[in-house]
Nanobody, 126 residues
Framework: VQLQAFGGGLVQPGGSLKLSCTVSGRTPGFYGIGWFRQAPGKEREWVSSISSSDASTYYADSVKGRFTISRDAANYRAFLQMDNLKSEDTAIYYC????????????????????WGQGTLVTVSS
């Protein structure tokens, strides 16, 4: 299974950006999808996840109400709409695919995700 994230860029504080993640390979629609991020000098942190069964969504408190995760199951894509961006959202964002049950039970655990894509850089700055 291969994942590719794209859509990062430079945006001003308060602005919006939409990240996309394409999933390909064996049974791409089977997996739950998660977004993680890693800011300079910090550990990777979980951002949001969406299940493959009923599209249940999960968010870290730091992004709840500002970010929206969604998926296009027919085309094996997932999205992360990021609104009201803050400087602290600056990071490399990664999408990952994991066991559909595992990511529902432990959405924030990186160990629940088996496949990872390359990151896309999001910079929030004026």
């Amino acid at each position: 299974v291969q994942l590719q994230a794209f859509g990062g860029g430079l945006v001003q504080p308060g602005g919006s950006l939409k990240l996309s993640c394409t999933v390909s390979g064996r049974t791409p629609g089977f997996y739950g999808i998660g977004w993680f991020r890693q800011a300079p000098g910090k550990e990777r942190e979980w951002v949001s996840s969406i299940s493959s069964s009923d599209a249940s969504t999960y968010y870290a408190d730091s992004v709840k109400g500002r970010f929206t995760i969604s998926r296009d199951a027919a085309n094996y894509r997932a999205f992360l709409q990021m609104d009201n961006l803050k400087s602290e959202d600056t990071a490399i964002y990664y999408c990952a695919a994991g066991d559909p049950i595992g990511i529902v039970v432990f959405p924030a655990a990186s160990q629940a995700y088996e496949y990872w894509g390359q990151g896309t850089l999001v910079t929030v700055s004026s």
